[in-house]
């Protein structure tokens, strides 16, 4: 039989409570009931049952620490339970039969788990999955949605700002109930995230593209510009290209930008006097936007 210390990975100088916390951990990871067909549990179960019984009982522990007994409980008083329960690990194989009745189960669970094993081993309930949709504005101020499960319920889920397309969220203990005083499982909620008319997402930088009319290019103007968190003024210097990215500093997503690009909208209908007036200009002012273009290296 090893060190019942190192069986129970502590230290020598170890509390009651360590020794009872670090019991119930490998008792729940090991007991056979809860892992059937695997023999290496069965003699692991014993083996910490063994060193639990001596390192909970305080004559025990101090004997074994002051070398009066060894790990295997031997001395040269008559035997003790550990020497009892060491050798009844070696006994054979493990049952849950006459040798481990239901009133030994249950009062090994209760001490176990810490509470009553009438209605079997707890168990936590299964996660739940649902879908969730958000406009693009909720998901990226944050927002409270209600979602209605298939049996008529009702979850407020709060959308965390920023939230990213199909990012799932977690409602811990909103899943299917625990049995036998489990606890709940938790409910996962993937959310769908719609798109915007005006608005597009880069990372937590947030794109829209602006119309301007060729005189505002040309000569500059003052315009109104949407954001995410309502329009603002926004101003155009002469002479900009279709394309060109204007920054609004922190108007973005959790401190991200929003970039402005400028998109030149001429009108759809017949202009006579503009297009006369192109007819006689453009000669006098050559300009190719496409130069260079055709030289691919």
């Known amino acids: 039989m090893k060190d019942p210390y190192k069986v129970l990975g502590l230290e020598r100088d170890a509390s009651d409570s360590a020794i009872q916390k670090a019991y119930r951990k490998l008792a729940k990871l090991h007991h056979p009931d809860l892992n059937p067909g695997k023999p290496e549990a069965e003699a692991k179960f014993k083996e910490i049952s063994a060193a639990y019984a001596l390192l909970s009982d305080p004559e025990k522990r101090g004997r074994f620490d002051r070398g009066e007994i060894d790990a295997e409980g031997v001395e040269q008083a008559p035997r003790h339970f550990y020497r009892d329960f060491a050798e009844q690990a070696g006994s054979g194989k493990y049952q849950s039969g006459p040798s481990f009745s239901e009133e030994d189960l249950e009062s090994l669970l209760r001490n176990v788990f810490g509470q009553r094993a009438h209605g079997g081993v707890p168990r936590r309930g299964a996660d739940t999955h649902y879908t969730l ?136 209908g017949e202009e006579p006097e503009l297009e006369a007036f192109l007819a006689t200009w453009q000669p006098r002012h050559p300009f190719d936007p496409r130069a260079g273009m055709e030289e691919i290296r």
């Open 133 to 268: 949709s958000a406009s693009f504005l909720d998901a990226a101020k944050g927002a409270v949605r209600r979602l209605t499960l298939p049996d008529g319920a009702a979850l407020d889920v709060t959308i965390p700002a920023g939230l990213k397309d199909g990012q799932v969220l977690r409602l811990k203990g909103k899943g299917a109930p625990g049995t036998s005083g489990g606890s709940a499982g938790d409910a996962l909620i993937e959310v769908s995230v719609a798109s915007h008319r005006f608005f597009r997402r880069e990372g937590n930088d947030i794109i829209v593209e602006l119309p301007v009319t060729m005189q505002e290019a040309v000569a500059g103007a003052k315009v109104r510009a949407p954001t995410i968190d309502g329009p603002v003024n926004l101003t155009i210097a002469p002479h900009s290209s279709g394309g060109t990215r204007l920054r609004l500093k922190g108007r973005g997503i959790a401190g991200g930008h929003q970039y402005v690009e400028l998109k030149i909208v001429v009108p759809t």
